[in-house]
């Protein structure tokens, strides 16, 4: 598992964590604290998430050696 995965993974369990608390806040401050942590924590998943999107887009138009073209014969290699 890569760095990104395993950061998008622990940001989700943080988020899951903190909505499973919720009912429990008893003060406006606190679910004040709570809710900007959520905020936090999704923007951060979001980024990870683009960051896996990316990379996966770069995986597939990776160029395996001998499965391509020649770009000016069109014949496959």
């Known amino acids: 598992m890569d760095e990104s995965t395993t950061r998008l993974l622990a940001n989700l369990d943080a ?3 903190i909505v499973r ?3 429990t806040v008893g003060k406006r401050s606190e679910l ?3 809710t900007d942590e959520l905020l936090r924590l999704t923007e951060m998943a979001r980024r990870e998430l683009h960051l896996l999107h990316v ?3 770069n995986r597939k138009r990776t ?3 001998g499965n391509h073209s020649n ?3 069109g014949k496959r290699n």
Do not use: N, W
């Open 71 to 73: 770009a000016r014969t």
């Open 55 to 57: 990379a996966t887009e």
């Open 21 to 23: 608390e919720l009912p």
């Open 63 to 65: 160029i395996a050696p």
């Open 15 to 17: 988020i899951d964590k």
């Open 32 to 34: 004040k604290v709570k």
